[in-house]
């Protein structure tokens, strides 16, 4: 079972910028990736995807703002965030995008506060 780690997370202001990583334990290359976010009180939803051969796609609430990468060879997947907003707050979560999913991480907290 791969496992995943995600860090970068933070505090920061509006109009900021972080950059996530997500490390598996396990080879990712044939697999096409997500990121997800949780914000308190609601449901986890899909931020963004790309596909084994390097396309992406977003979600609208982060299109523009957010980019999707992925270092095969380091078994990573990146998300680069830039203008963040008070409702980016969430925890944020990689996984494959297929079912079944591999075991969750513990996420990494993004906190956009003034």
């Known amino acids: 079972q791969v496992q995943l780690v995600e860090s970068g997370g933070g505090l920061v202001q509006p109009g900021g910028s972080l950059r996530l990583s997500c490390a598996a334990s396990?080879?990712?290359?044939?697999?096409?990736m997500d990121w997800y976010r949780q914000a308190p009180g609601k449901q986890r939803e899909l931020v963004a995807t790309?596909?084994?051969?390097?396309?992406?796609g977003y979600a609208d609430s982060v299109k523009g703002r957010f980019t999707i990468s992925r270092d095969n060879a380091k078994n990573t997947v990146y998300l680069q965030m830039s203008s963040l907003k008070f409702e980016d707050t969430a925890v944020y979560y990689c996984?494959?995008?297929?079912?079944?999913?591999w075991g969750w991480g513990q996420g990494t907290q993004v906190t956009v506060s003034s």
């Open positions: 996984n494959k995008d297929s079912i079944p999913p």
């Open positions: 396990g080879s990712i290359s044939i697999y096409a």
């Open positions: 790309i596909t084994d051969t390097g396309r992406t």
